[in-house]
């Protein structure tokens, strides 16, 4: 027989005695409030703000707490306005007093501590709701069971940047998410998380003015409601309906204004650090909302820099006004509140339908079928599911038994189903730093600390080597996969910047470097430095590039020329003048045609040269949008690959310049975002990175459809990675390498990207060994 109200409240007076305690005034409130509750036949709720609970109070309410599941009490809310006397042990051991009968719990956890977090989200919860905002999470990882949760609101958790792989998988009945005001930013890394809530039909990332839960706002439903949302407003006026959806074409569609977020300033919690303190955060890190006065600790945020990073005054202050995220409707815009950086992902809303069919309402906007039907056909066209245009994702045996009864005949296919299973399956990437300790280097005194890589190049032939430029002007030839120094070049006391780096390939020991002090030297790796050749030099140079027969190579710089050197005999052929009416940024030889060349410039223009005919006039002329950072070949020579500052990213074809592609990168306005691209898995895709941001971008080479956002993540609180330059392993499909710069530190490293792999792969996976086996048995 259940205990009734009055009997437990004479159990609570009964152990405040025991305590030596007086019974607390809002307790002894909240059971009043639950029999007359109960003698009016309404619910009977026990509601108690932790606010008003002092330590004293913490052993008679537990004592109570833990009869309440056999009471006739039908829910129990535990709320939290502002601060709270209680210790986080306490709080945690009154939320799994209660089971069955938990209902809502909202709490702000800044009170508590980084211990809170970590009990609550690995102890779990019995609460049908669950209110966190403003909490430190940095990456949620709620590994305890919430069975009974339907609704979560993380909204304003300022740290929040990702998910565990497994995060939602013991919430199976979560319905609501709210995850407004968040740093969550990656499409890909997000959906894959939330695809584990089978449950989920109301999501936000940004929220409507008019609404403070995930349902839907009334003013987004015409006169006829659509069968397919799952709210049905009953109270709307005349005027409501008056603007809303009168026919498909007026579906909501992202708006991408001036005030586009970059979301490069946030700091991200580092996703090869196993540590748990690496899923909270207790810095002084807000959001970049509009309500100051919601937030009580210090540290604010300079909210214009943090939405116009880099930009003028003048520009935020003519675009702070529309820096949110706007949807159209038939008659009015629709303004949103409090997004995440994701909400900025181009084509963000489309691709959250297309991901989650059983979703009805996303920003407090509902989803009609037109709009699914919509959301169906721009994800096709801008993104790939699966890489190599595979639909659905092949196990691994099964790729193998196909290959065994089918004798191999296509070996290639073959090849890229491991590649797409396997990317499918390593939606969280492996990302490791590459460290190398000069101490590794075996009777050759270097130093005992790290190097500060800037400039870097996988070797042409040996699928093990990398040559490293350092900011202290030193050349380093590494083993990246044992992480073992096999050739060390000294800076000889100069302190300049090695920028300039390129192989030989038909003499693999060889390489040229050039340094920003425009000293230019052909060293072999398999001889001492003492016998390196020295070029005349090019003042503050910036890129070289050796041409097809190792002949030649050219040398560019922060001039508008271009110096041909000849290899063989150490001497400066030729210094072409006022190529560019700016300064050079890259000069690139084709892969396959030693006389033609490609210079970028940030005058704009990208022109295309042929010695044969003595390079006084370019072959073409082709011009961006904006200053033009680099130019590179396709393996093929089809093609160009121009990236110009702010994501501007574009394919031309190599023989008369025309435009093939525009992967259409949303800018972040800000002028000083270099933008660098290059091609990968033998000129099949293309990764893209800017030095404002932390994203790594993966697009299809023929059709410019995204595949995958990695997102580059900081080793502590308030850090942030940004991608200096970039290169894909021209031995390994999907994996890449990264030179990243820290802020605000400024040491750099190299940060190897396996998108093959996790750090959470399944044990039953195949290593990456069995694939290079398997690459090399079919010839690939």
Same mark, same amino acid.
């Given at each position: 027989? +259940? ?21 607390? =005034? ?11 509750? =109960? %003698? ?44 709270? !006397?209680?210790? +986080? ?7 799994? +007093? ?44 709620? *590994?305890?069971? &919430?069975?009974?949760?339907? *609704?979560?609101? %993380?909204?304003?958790?300022?740290? %929040? ?16 998410? !709210? ?42 439903? @015409? ?29 909501? #569609? ?33 959001? @970049? ?33 529309? !820096? ?5 409707? !038939? ?12 909400? /900025? ?50 196990? #691994? ?30 939606? &969280? ?43 202290? @002007? ?77 002949? %030649? ?25 006022? $190529? ?82 525009? &992967? ?15 091609? $990968? ?16 971008? #993966? ?21 942030? $990675? ?20 820290? /802020? ?37």
């Amino acid at each position: 027989m +259940a205990i009734d109200i009055q009997t437990l409240k004479h159990r609570y007076i009964d152990s405040c005695k025991d305590w030596n305690t007086v019974p607390n =005034k809002a307790v002894f409130s909240a059971f009043v409030k639950a029999e007359v509750n =109960k %003698l009016e036949n309404e619910e009977s709720s026990f509601s108690i703000f932790l606010d008003d609970l002092e330590g004293v109070d913490f052993h008679p309410l537990y004592n109570v707490f833990v009869l309440i599941d056999m009471s006739e009490i039908d829910a129990v809310d535990i709320l939290q306005k502002s601060s709270c !006397s209680l210790d +986080a042990d306490s709080v945690l051991l009154l939320l799994h +007093a209660v089971h069955h009968k938990l209902r809502v719990v909202d709490l702000q956890d800044r009170t508590f501590g980084k211990d809170f977090l970590l009990g609550l989200s690995s102890g779990g919860l019995a609460c049908q709701v669950l209110h966190l905002k403003f909490s430190h999470f940095r990456k949620v990882n709620m *590994t305890g069971k &919430f069975m009974q949760m339907r *609704t979560l609101n %993380l909204d304003f958790s300022a740290s %929040l940047t990702s998910f565990g792989k497994d995060c939602f998988s013991c919430t199976p009945n979560l319905k609501c998410l !709210s995850l407004c005001a968040t740093k969550i930013s990656n499409l890909w890394t997000t959906s894959a998380s939330l695809a584990k809530l089978p449950s989920l039909t109301e999501l936000r990332f940004q929220s409507c003015l008019c609404r403070d839960d995930t349902k839907a706002c009334p003013r987004s439903f @015409g006169a006829k409601p659509d069968e397919n949302t799952s709210y049905s407003p009953t109270q709307e006026t005349a005027e409501e309906h008056t603007y809303a959806y009168p026919n498909d074409e007026d579906e909501l #569609i992202n708006l991408f204004l001036i005030g586009t977020y970059n979301n490069s300033v946030h700091g991200t919690v580092n996703e090869y650090d196993d540590s748990t303190d690496s899923e909270v955060d207790f810095s002084d890190t807000l959001p @970049g909302n509009s309500l100051l006065e919601d937030f009580s600790w210090n540290g604010l945020l300079d909210l214009r820099n943090e939405i116009f990073p880099r930009g003028s005054e003048e520009d935020a202050d003519e675009s702070w006004a529309m !820096s949110r995220p706007i949807s159209r409707v !038939s008659r009015r815009k629709h303004r949103f509140d409090h997004p995440s950086p994701i909400c /900025y992902e181009k084509h963000y809303r489309d691709y959250m339908i297309a991901s989650f069919p059983n979703l009805k309402i996303l920003d407090n906007q509902p989803i009609r079928r037109a709009e699914k039907d919509r959301a169906a056909v721009v994800y096709s066209d801008n993104f790939e599911h699966l890489p190599y245009k595979r639909t659905n994702k092949e196990s #691994i045996v099964s790729i193998l038994k196909n290959r065994e009864i089918k004798a191999a005949k296509n070996t290639t296919s073959y090849t890229r189903s491991v590649g797409a299973s396997r990317v499918g399956c390593a939606v &969280f990437p492996s990302l490791r730093p590459l460290s190398i300790k000069s101490s590794t280097m075996p009777r050759v005194d270097v130093g005992t600390t790290s190097f500060r890589p800037r400039q870097f190049e996988y070797h042409p032939c040996n699928s093990n080597l990398m040559v490293i430029g350092t900011l202290d @002007g030193e050349v380093v030839v590494v083993n990246h996969e044992s992480e073992k120094i096999v050739g060390y070049i000294s800076s000889h006391g100069a302190t300049n910047s090695v920028l300039g780096l390129c192989w030989l390939k038909k003499y693999p020991s060889k390489l040229i470097a050039g340094s920003d002090n425009g000293v230019l030297k052909l060293y072999d790796i398999q001889h001492t430095p003492s016998t390196a050749v020295t070029f005349d030099g090019f003042d503050q140079l910036t890129s070289v590039h050796v041409n097809s027969l190792d002949e %030649l190579f050219l040398a560019s710089g922060y001039s508008n020329d271009v110096a041909l050197y000849d290899i063989s005999t150490g001497q400066r052929l030729q210094r072409f003048s006022n $190529m560019h009416q700016e300064h050079i940024n890259v000069v690139k030889f084709a892969n396959h045609s030693p006389s033609m060349f490609a210079t970028s410039s940030f005058d704009h223009d990208v022109k295309m040269w042929d010695l044969r005919q003595k390079p006084i006039h370019p072959c073409y002329t082709v011009s961006s949008f904006r200053g033009n950072v680099m130019v590179c070949f396709s393996p093929d020579d089809h093609y160009l690959l121009v990236s110009a500052v702010d994501n501007e990213v574009k394919q031309l074809l190599a023989v008369d310049g025309r435009l093939h592609l525009d &992967f259409g990168i949303a800018p972040t306005r800000s002028s000083q975002n270099y933008t660098r691209s290059y091609y $990968m898995n033998g000129g099949d895709y293309i990764l893209s990175g800017s030095c404002d941001e932390n994203v790594v971008r #993966i697009c299809c080479a023929q059709t410019g459809r995204r595949l995958r956002d990695i997102s580059l993540e900081g080793k502590s609180s308030g850090s942030s $990675m940004f991608v200096q330059s970039l290169r894909g392993d021209p031995f390994r499909d999907f994996n890449l390498s990264v030179l990243a710069a820290y /802020y605000p530190s400024s040491r750099p490293e190299i940060v190897k990207i396996n998108m093959l792999s996790s750090k959470d792969a399944d044990k039953d996976s195949l290593s990456d060994e069995h694939l290079h086996a398997a690459q090399g048995l079919s010839g690939a």
